[in-house]
């Protein structure tokens, strides 16, 4: 006989006393866990049948209290959806259907779902009125009209430290005339040069002509109050009177 042969036959023996054995299919519950009390839980069931296939037929999960069998759909699967009865946090659930209610505070302590509860419900309006807030003006100056008179126009736009911030003036006559800014804090006396600071001519146009005075980005500083006069002179001093027709905006803060 063949070294061959001899293995032949061993190997023959050898199923004839090991396939019989395996025709039944076994289980094997060999994963286990302890719980908190220190009892032993099954976790997972393993089989072996004759066609050698393993595989976990019965997952597990911790209700809180013990493993229990897991939901699973016809073909043996586990899934995700929550059991009858009381939910564990960490299962799938519809909002609004589970037991825990929203979480009371941040010192309270709650399960993940109050805690999402809480935020959602903290996020919901409290009103179903819309809210139009009411828009705060930021910078900018103020606006003081100017239309002349057959006077010397002594006029105080400020009775406190102000910044000219600039302004337009329209001259409808034939005349030139001028606007002279004070450093004061009540009307002028045009005939004074007292807190005098500068004249501004209007060149003159009946069809209208006129001037933007522009004292640059930062405007000019009044430390004491802002005033005119608008006469038919351009000194310091002059007391004549203008005339109607001239139109403008005067800037100031």
């Not at 929550?82 to 010192?107: F, L």
């Not at 126009?153 to 002279?180: D, E, H, M, Q, W």
Request: proline share 6%; with cysteine; glycine share 10%.
């Amino acid at each position: 006989m063949t070294f061959r042969s001899l293995l032949a036959r061993m190997l023959a023996l050898a199923l004839m006393v090991f396939v019989p054995a395996l025709a039944a299919a076994q289980t094997i519950n060999g994963l286990g866990i302890k719980d908190g009390s220190g009892a032993s839980q099954t976790l997972c069931s393993y089989v072996i049948s004759s066609t050698f296939q393993i595989g976990c037929y019965t997952p597990h999960y911790w209700n809180g209290s013990a493993f229990v069998v897991a939901p699973a759909d016809s073909s043996g699967r586990p899934y995700g959806a929550a059991p009858s009865g009381a939910y564990v946090d960490g299962w799938d659930a519809t909002e609004g259907t589970k037991a825990d209610t929203a979480c009371a505070s941040s010192a309270s302590t709650c399960s993940v779902a109050s805690i999402l509860k809480g935020l959602l419900a903290a996020a919901q309006p409290t009103s179903a009125t819309p809210v139009n807030p009411t828009p705060t003006p930021i910078g900018g100056c103020n606006s003081a009209g100017f239309a002349s008179a057959a006077t010397t126009n002594a006029t105080s736009i400020k009775a406190a430290a102000a910044l000219f911030c600039g302004g337009t003036i329209v001259n409808t006559t034939a005349t030139v005339y001028y606007l002279r800014l004070y450093n004061l804090s009540a009307a002028p006396t045009c005939s004074s040069a007292t807190g005098f600071v500068a004249s501004i001519p209007i060149p003159a146009s009946t069809s209208g002509n006129g001037t933007v005075v522009n004292v640059g980005p930062y405007g000019a500083y009044f430390n004491t109050g802002l005033a005119y006069c608008f006469t038919g002179g351009a000194s310091s001093t002059d007391n004549t009177n203008a005339a109607t027709g001239v139109f403008g905006i005067l800037n100031y803060e």
